[in-house]
């Protein structure tokens, strides 16, 4: 069992910067790619980006060039970092992890673990 706990949400103005951590005690995140998701209030969930278990990353349209997911294995942590942050980003942050088998994983279902989420707010 790999429990995720997302951190680092919060109230920000638009043009600023936001970094989410995911991390996971008691397990190893060795082995697993990793994803971010985000939902927001009336909206489905929807992937933000994901990165392998070799660092190799993918990110949904509406982010690339603004996000950047990135690990640290010996920390088992993941990261988001979110910049020109807009009112759109605006969502509840999910993190999730499957094991990777040298794919990239962008639907919820491929994902087997999730965090309760941590909310990204960004005011105009």
């Known amino acids: 069992q790999v429990q995720l706990v997302e951190s680092g949400g919060g109230l920000v103005q638009a043009g600023g910067s936001l970094r989410l951590d995911c991390t996971t005690s008691g397990r190893s995140l060795f082995g697993y790619a990793m994803g971010w998701f985000r939902q927001a209030p009336g909206e489905e969930r929807e992937f933000v980006a994901t990165?392998?278990?070799?660092?190799?990353?993918l990110y949904a349209d509406s982010v690339k060039g603004r996000f950047t997911i990135s690990r640290d294995n010996t920390k088992n942590t993941v990261y988001l970092q979110m910049n020109s942050l807009n009112p759109e980003d605006t969502a509840l942050y999910y993190c999730?992890?499957?094991?990777?088998?040298?794919?990239?994983?962008?639907?919820?279902?491929?994902?087997?673990?999730w965090g309760q989420g941590t909310q990204v707010t960004v005011s105009s």
């Open positions: 999730a992890a499957t094991l990777d088998a040298g794919n990239f994983y962008w639907y919820e279902y491929e994902y087997e673990y």
């Open positions: 990165i392998s278990s070799r660092s190799n990353s």
